[in-house]
Structure formats: C-alpha cells, structure tokens
C-alpha cells in the first residue's frame, strides 16, 4: 500500500458522465463504489469536487467576477451533497463539509474536524472551493491536502494524464510519464492553475494525474501501480 490519506480531485464533468451536464447515476456511483474500495483498504480519503457540470465561468463577459465564482461555489455545494448522498448508498459514512457556511445543509469546514473524521473512517467532500473567489477548485484540493496532511493529490480527469500539448487536438501530442513541479510552472502546462501547482511545490505535496473514465485507476494508483502522470519535486 502505497498511501494512506489521499485527497481526491473529482471534475464535475466526470460526474456527468456522457451526459455531459448534471449528475449521471451510474458514472457517479462507479466512482462511489472505488472510493468505498478506499475505504476497506484502510485508506483515509478526502475529497473536493469541481463544479464544471452545473457552472462554468461567466455566463456573459459582462458578470462580475466575484458573482460568478460565488455561482460556482454553491455548485461544487450541490455536487459534494449529491456525492454524499451516493457514497452512503453503497455503505460509506461520508460528511460533507462546505467553506461558505450553509448549517441548514452541511458542516462548515473545520480542520480539526475534518481531521477526526477521516481518523474515524469517514469521507470529508470538501464543498464550497476556498470560500474565496479567484480560487480554482484545483487549488481548494492543494490547500485541502496540505491542510489535512494529505500524501498525495489525486487529479481525476477524463485525461490520462499530462501532455504537452491537448491530445484531443493534436496526434502528436506527448504523454508525461512524470514531472517536477517546477516544470509545469516553467512549460505553462494545462494540469492546473499555477496557484495549486506553486501551492503543492511549497507543500511538497506529489500529484497524480490520471484518467477516471475506469474508475479502478484509483485502486491501481493507491496500490503504487504506474499509471497516468506523477508530479513530484
């Protein structure tokens, strides 16, 4: 066994599944169901997931920052309540804790507390970003992981990994076995934004960057299986 407590970085899209928007019932208890397979293992795991399924940037060029990323944070809520309910579908006792204080909905972060839960076994979704605008949910899952002294970051995407360039687009696009930290801020690599990159550098926190369109690869990762990209200093 490779690692012991993870943070999990789910993309919304990823709960989409095909649809594309919303929450796909059997993509999201795939992913449920892997998590619990976390869990029996003894693994403590954390999660943040993106909002990207229900809200994406400004709706027009004309909003304000700040109102968008509010949007977006009250979507990342929606998600991390839905996943919740899911994980406890398949046995797994999960609390959802949000950054922008919702008591009538969930816990309100807390370190400490998000800390005893995963002693106790449970699953902390980390909703609400960083309670901050200008802060990508990539980097609420760099200052979640440090926080809870994560050993690793799991970037699930629908990618499998790092690229030089987009391999949706280009056929000669080259994959990433590993990485420094230093290397995607120096490349401008599109793993995350260099906030959450610089944070996890700082932290020395590794980030893997795999595919979850198989949701196994979660298990594969936790067992020190090679897949996907390793970032690490």
């Known amino acids: 066994m490779s ?11 990823v709960l989409a599944g095909a649809k594309g928007h919303g929450i796909d019932n059997e993509t999201t208890l795939s992913v449920c169901r892997v998590i619990k397979e976390c869990c029996d293992l003894g693994v ?11 809200w994406r940037g400004r709706s027009s060029e004309n909003m304000d920052r700040t109102r968008a990323d509010h949007i977006g944070m009250l979507a990342t809520v929606m998600n991390s309540l839905a996943l919740g309910d899911y994980l ?21 972060y807390n370190k400490q507390q998000a800390v005893r839960h995963l002693e106790k076994g449970r699953v902390v979704i980390f909703g609400g ?7 990508s949910t990539d980097t609420t899952a760099a200052l979640r992981a440090a926080e809870i002294g994560a050993q690793v970051y799991f970037k699930a995407t629908n990618v499998d990994g ?17 990485l420094t930290h230093t290397e995607v801020l120096t490349k401008g690599l ?7 990159a610089s944070l996890c550098r700082d932290n020395s926190i590794d980030i893997l960057v795999f595919d979850l369109t198989d949701s196994q690869n ?9 897949i996907g990209t390793l970032v690490t200093e």
């Open 218 to 226: 979660v298990i594969r990762a936790i067992k020190g299986e090679k």
């Open 88 to 108: 406890s579908q398949v046995g797994v006792d999960a609390r959802v804790m949000s950054a922008v204080s919702l008591p009538q909905l969930c816990e309100t």
């Open 162 to 178: 790092v690229y030089d360039k987009d391999p949706n687009k280009f056929d000669d696009a080259v994959k990433y076995d590993t």
């Open 190 to 196: 599109k793993v995350m934004d260099s906030t959450a």
């Open 129 to 135: 970003g960083t309670g901050c605008p200008f802060f």
């Open 3 to 13: 690692y012991k407590r993870i943070l999990l970085k789910v993309s919304g899209e």
């Open 44 to 54: 403590q795991v954390g999660v943040v997931v993106g909002g990207g399924n229900f």
